[in-house]
Structure formats: structure tokens, C-alpha cells
Nanobody, 123 residues
Framework: QVQLVESGGGLVHLGGSLRLSCAAS????????MGWFRQVPGKEREFVAA????????YYADSVKGRFTIFRDDAKDTVYLQMTSLKSDDTAVYYC????????????????WGQGTQVTVSS
């Protein structure tokens, strides 16, 4: 069973930066793609960023491209989401996700989810 624990959410000013962390149980990076989704109340969970099992291929939602970076530390079994130039629209609960092979851009079909961490961008 894969367990994912997010941390690093909080309140940040418009234009600021924040780094989210996702600690994964066990050494899963050799076979699992990792990613991040986000959700606001009343809306569907949306894809943010992901990387494949090798860690070399990354892909992003258009809305965050150039501002967010996904990367991982294999020694710590942790994947990160570095967020910069934050906007009000980035306010959401952010979820870490793991899936065998690659993470799909649709929330359905991805195997494992964290509990979520709130990010609030204030003006």
C-alpha cells in the first residue's frame, strides 16, 4: 500500500512563492509516476503537474507552466512542487498523486492520493 503525505501549504501573498512536499512510503519512484492535482470547492479536481517514473519527463497544466516546477529527491522519497508568482486562481487544496507508470491528466485512473494541503493566495 502506497501512502502519500503532503505538507507545506499555507497562506501566501499574491506574487509570492511556496514549496509543497509529498513524502511517499516505500521506494516507489522507480516504478511510479508522481504528480499534483488541485481542487476548489464546487469544481472538479484538476491536473497541475507530473513526472514519469524516471523523473526525467515532466509535464504541466498550461495555467502553471513557467511558474511551477515539479522535482523529486530520491534519497528522501519525496516529490516537491515549487510554486512561484502565485495568483489568486492558484488558491486550492493541492493533492499529491502516485500512479504506476505515468500520472494521467484526469483524476480518474490514478491509483494513490494524499490527504491534501490547503494553499491560499491572498491579495
Amino acid at each position: 500500500q502506497v501512502q502519500l503525505v503532503e505538507s507545506g501549504g499555507g497562506l501566501v501573498h499574491l506574487g509570492g512563492s511556496l514549496r509543497l512536499s509529498c513524502a511517499a512510503s516505500g521506494r516507489i519512484f522507480s516504478s511510479f509516476g508522481m504528480g499534483w492535482f488541485r481542487q476548489v470547492p464546487g469544481k472538479e479536481r484538476e491536473f497541475v503537474a507530473a513526472m514519469d517514473w524516471s523523473g526525467h519527463a515532466t509535464y504541466y497544466a498550461d495555467s502553471v507552466k513557467g511558474r511551477f516546477t515539479i522535482f523529486r529527491d530520491d534519497a528522501k522519497d519525496t516529490v516537491y512542487l515549487q510554486m512561484t508568482s502565485l495568483k489568486s486562481d492558484d488558491t486550492a487544496v493541492y493533492y499529491c498523486v502516485a500512479n504506476r507508470g505515468v500520472v494521467g491528466r484526469s483524476p480518474t485512473g490514478n491509483d494513490y492520493w494524499g490527504q491534501g494541503t490547503q494553499v491560499t493566495v491572498s491579495s
